[in-house]
């Protein structure tokens, strides 16, 4: 038999205490799943398919309004991001599904990603957990902090929120994801991460990584 899910175990990650004190329910939720990134099987790209056709115009003009979407719009602007410029997972999805006219394809990984963040409204994100060392975090970033090793690094603003290993940063919470740590062929280790704000219920949140690590997972015996 193959494995489950629900049988992997969800983590909590720490969130540093001045994000705590200002945003009390902010949390960090993540899981490890041994898998590698490759090409969708059918039944991955049928569910997109599926998916395809539930989030029609209409559909997404109103998407906003919805309670999850709506919790992470208000949480954007708390930390200074305007949800008009920088899209929310969920509305940055489903933009894109109107842009080309379906979820298409683009790996096991993302595929699964999309899923999750379709299906649920969770913010959702992959790194490559090889890469990592200690559990993860969410904490504010300190002067001269660098997102990234070697050439591709580059320095991060002061107080910038970030998701964290114990010894360095891997990507800004809602933003771009160290290149060394991001999935790639050589993967085999993968740590599905969730970030919960306030109006997003626990149960979501675990909906969401059950979601997307049942995609990774099918992906192995499809």
Known sequence: MGRSAKELEIRDGKVAG??????????????????????S??????????????FHGRRALNLRQEPIASAYRVFFRQIGLDPDEART??????????RVGGFRSRGLVEDALTIA?????????????ERTEGGLALRLSVPGERLGIGGDAFELPEDALVLADGRRPLGLIFGDTAPDCEVDGRTTSIAVCAVQVEGVPDISVEEAIWSCTDALLAGDSG
């Open 41 to 54: 099987p059918a039944g991955i790209k049928e569910r997109l398919r599926y998916l395809s056709n539930r």
């Open 89 to 98: 997972p969920i509305e940055a999805a489903v933009i894109e599904r109107l």
């Open 117 to 129: 963040i379709v299906e649920t409204g969770v913010a959702m994100r992959a790194i490559d957990a």
């Open 18 to 39: 001045s994000l705590r004190a200002e945003f009390p329910r902010l949390a960090l939720r993540y899981c490890v799943v041994e898998t590698s990134d490759r090409r």
